[in-house]
């Protein structure tokens, strides 16, 4: 416990440079206020619309005013939406939830039976097949994978619908295009971390207690693989984020990432900045639950 | 003489790598009489380890029994099903193995490792395989039983690792247990307690041993008969004490020789000069003739066969 402690101290640093880089970034890559004002605004009222909200003092001053603000719990107002901009990003926060939960059931349902099948068959067509599959599952660009999807089963065969957040016929296809990239992924990093199981000595061991080799393969083999693999899937949850920002546009899925990308468009850094803090956050706590399933899967690994 | 409980006839194995298939072990004979502990005894890459994974039928994937006959209590082991060959293994024919830091599943507790052999093949119930369990360790010597039982192998040293893979390896009561080099990664006063176990484990049970060595003292101190191999054949076949006080050949006697001798005081040890030849490379003729002191013209040519001198001792070599 205490040792969770620690690391969740460790990560308020971190946190704190985070703010910092996204606060100077959205201010220093283009005018704050350009959005705000119709085209046909004075340079006189663009210049009183920047002090009133404070842009002209140093940067510096700024943001020690934002942190000040984000301690008491208040990350600012956005002007597109005229409202609260934490309420405005918990409130998309569960469809992206959604989304990559959905994506990584995907991931898991492909990864897994594919990743220990064609290492128990190495170096057979059937273990070609899958990593040829993986190197093109990883090579697909997801926007693309997201568009060929809608075309081919919701435009063409109508299976499903195009795009926006209902019900599961609406989560299956966008959670297929970012589950596809990490199953790729995962497929390599199973059939790699199986190899190197299957041939330590507790696997003869278990063989020749008489075991099915089934039991052997799926129980004594892929409980010790599994380690290194949630590692890699804890980290992949920043690509999962990263992902569902553009599978959120494509098909239109109204989360956080979606939101996110139209606050970067609109130079709306509260909402930037709220929605990049919380995507911080899930990226350390992942970590930090990753850190605790290895616990469990791992009796060698104690932490004092 | 007792019947043989494990009888194999000419066993070749071979093992496909990129070159082709590789023979490692080319015509084995030998039989293991109940009750009876033989030992093998080789260099490394003398195809013994290889011999004992064929007996279990555990060969690694691209290794193949590609001749020979295979019987274990009047079962062809070559002909049996996938299914009826699992049965036998960790029931009557078990096999503990010579790293007992990396042969139990780290993942699992001792516990559950020993339960899954008495579940699978005694068809006990979790709570009479956990009781028949804490038996077997008290039975090899572990102190705590029970609490050793929920431990995970890595808390556990070498030596006790080792007693928890013969408990294991035991607890179906096999007619047949081989063990790998079981001492080998111990240290010498473990080693002994280890060897000490098995003996009298045997000696209860009349289980059959089959114990696979490079050490010439293990061999002393638990075989009833022993068999010599070189280069994937048996060289030599003797009762024990035969094998000490009249080896025959002189890979045998070079074994004996690099034994090294507390008395004598000497610049150096000495040793078989070279080494096993490689399975893709083999001599002509005699296989150890490269390494042999006695060897002339006749062994680069000639392959010798095993030889009875009398009922059981055999020697594969013209010179002697």
Same mark, same amino acid.
């Given at each position: ?304 | ?85 699992? $049965? +036998?293994?960790? #029931?009557?024919?078990?096999? /503990?193995?010579? %790293? =007992?830091? !990396? *042969? &139990? ?63 294991? $390896? +035991?607890?179906? #009561?096999?007619?047949?247990? /081989?063990?790998? %080099? =079981?001492? !080998? *990664? &111990? ?134």
């Amino acid at each position: 416990m205490k040792y969770f402690l620690l690391n969740v101290l460790k990560t308020i640093p971190v946190l704190l440079l985070i703010t910092l880089i996204v606060f100077v970034l959205v201010r220093v890559t283009g005018d704050p206020v350009s959005m705000m004002l119709p085209e046909t605004a004075t340079d006189e009222e663009r210049e009183s619309l920047k002090e009133a909200l404070g842009f002209n003092e140093p940067l510096p001053v700024q943001y020690m005013k934002y942190l000040g603000d984000l301690v008491k719990g208040d990350f600012g107002e956005s002007f597109r939406y005229d409202m609260d901009a934490l309420d405005l990003v918990l409130e998309r926060l569960p469809a992206t939830f959604q989304l990559a939960i959905a994506s990584m059931i995907v991931a898991i349902i492909i990864s897994v039976p594919l990743g220990i099948l064609s290492a128990v068959k190495r170096n057979s067509f059937m273990d070609l097949f899958i990593t040829g599959g993986a190197v093109l599952g990883k090579a697909m660009p997801s926007f693309w994978l997201g568009i060929m999807l809608i075309l081919m089963f919701a435009v063409n065969l109508q299976l499903f619908p195009v795009s926006g957040k209902g019900g599961l016929m609406h989560l299956i296809l966008p959670a297929i295009t970012l589950g596809t990239g990490i199953a790729a992924e995962m497929t390599r990093l199973i059939r790699s971390s199986m190899l190197e199981i299957l041939g330590q000595d507790f696997i003869r061991t278990a063989r020749s207690k008489g075991l099915r080799e089934s039991i052997v393969v799926n129980k004594h083999a892929f409980r010790n693989a599994l380690i290194p693999v949630v590692t890699i899937m804890a980290l992949q949850t920043s690509t999962l984020i990263g992902g569902t920002l553009i599978t959120e546009t494509v098909f239109a899925w109204p989360g956080l990432g979606q939101l996110l990308v139209q606050a970067v468009n609109l130079r709306d850094m509260s909402v930037v900045q709220a929605a990049t803090l919380l995507i911080a956050v899930f990226v350390i706590l992942s970590n930090l639950i990753a850190d605790l399933i290895y616990r469990l899967l791992d009796p060698r690994i104690k932490y004092d | 003489m007792s019947n043989p409980i494990l009888d194999i006839k000419d066993l070749r194995v071979r093992f496909k790598t990129e070159d082709g298939f590789v023979p490692t072990v080319n015509g084995v004979t030998f039989h293991v009489n109940e009750g009876e502990t033989l030992a093998i005894v080789g260099e490394s890459g003398s195809g013994k380890s290889v011999t004992s994974l064929a007996v279990m039928g555990i060969l690694p994937p691209n290794g193949e029994v590609y001749d020979g006959e295979m019987t274990f209590r009047e079962r062809d082991l070559l002909k049996i099903s996938k299914k009826e060959y699992r $049965a +036998l293994r960790g #029931n009557e024919i078990s096999m /503990i193995f010579q %790293e =007992p830091m !990396t *042969a &139990l599943n780290p993942v699992f507790t001792i516990g559950y490792q020993l339960r899954e052999t008495l579940i699978l093949h005694q068809q006990l119930t979790k709570e009479a395989a956990h009781k028949k369990g804490i038996e077997m360790l008290e039975l090899v010597g572990i102190p705590d039983a029970e609490k050793v039982m929920s431990r995970f192998p890595h808390q556990l040293s070498g030596g006790m690792r080792q007693r928890v893979m013969i408990a294991m $390896a +035991l607890s179906c #009561n096999p007619k047949l247990l /081989i063990a790998d %080099e =079981p001492t !080998t *990664a &111990l240290d010498v006063t473990i080693q002994a307690q280890i060897l000490t176990l098995m003996k009298n484990l045997k000696e209860k049970s009349n289980t059959s041993i089959l114990i696979i060595t490079h050490d010439l003292g293990v061999v002393a101190e638990v075989a009833d008969r022993v068999i010599v191999m070189y280069a994937g054949e048996v060289v030599e076949e003797a009762p024990v004490f035969e094998l000490f006080e009249n080896p025959k050949h002189p890979y045998t006697h070079g074994l004996m020789a690099s034994i090294p001798k507390i008395h004598d005081v000497v610049e150096n040890l000495y040793s078989i000069e070279g080494t096993v030849p490689n399975p893709t490379n083999m001599p002509k003729g005699c296989k150890f003739h490269p390494r042999c002191p006695l060897a002339d013209k006749d062994c680069m040519t000639i392959h010798p066969e095993l030889e009875y001198i009398n009922s059981t001792h055999a020697k594969r070599c013209i010179k002697v």
